[in-house]
């Protein structure tokens, strides 16, 4: 049964969005991300997946404050991602309340230590994003393109032990114009037993429902839930 899961994404503490990661296109949708936190937790929500945009781009954590008043004021099972490029930034996350930490920069640009923090913390709490634009992996809060191929980069940390992958495709994102449910059920065909979470794109209920029968262990869903294309009632299925 898909999972899906809502994101808070954050810039200067406050619940944004941004349109194929341009932070030049920015929308504020609510300057209290624990008053949104809570409305999923009303809701039935289970996990929350919520992004540091400040520390993506800073390549540093930054809204580890925001992070703490959503651990500490819900029972929210919270993955954290963004700007997580050194051990002081994974034991700061950790220490602020997150349960699981998505990494995506350092997994392309130190495998070694990414490698070595998967032994160390166990794979259960690793998330690898795998933001793909042009069937190439993009870094650093998408704003660079590196050289290496996406499907071979999930391959490599499969075998490395990572069981959940977030794959965004860069081009859908923001856009609910429907997720790339292709790409997705290729990477799922490759490694059955992989947890992927897919990300971007989600325009309603029915692209819920398509990701559900393609098989996909999880969705993250942004937009669509601040736009009111979903209604929080739907996000449970």
Known sequence: MLEVIPAIDLIDGKCVRLTQGDYANKTVYNDNPVEVAKMFEDAGIKRLHLVDLDGAKAKTVVNNKVLEAITTQTDLIVDFGGGIQSEEDLKKAFDFGA?????????????????????????????????????????????????????????????????????????????????AIELY????????ELKLIASGGVSGKHDLEALNEAGIYGVVVGKAIYEGAIKVEELTF
């Open 99 to 179: 349960h699981m930490v998505t990494c995506g920069s350092i997994a392309v640009k130190q495998k070694e230590k990414f490698e070595e923090w998967i032994t160390r913390y166990g794979a259960d709490r690793m998330i690898l994003a795998a933001d793909a634009k042009d069937g190439m992996v993009a870094v650093s809060g998408w704003q660079e393109t590196s050289s290496v191929e996406l499907l071979t980069f999930i391959d490599d940390y499969v075998k490395k032990g990572i069981s959940y992958v977030l794959c965004t495709d860069i081009s859908k994102d923001g856009m609910m114009q429907g997720p």
């Open 185 to 192: 059920k290729k990477i799922q065909t490759a490694h059955p």
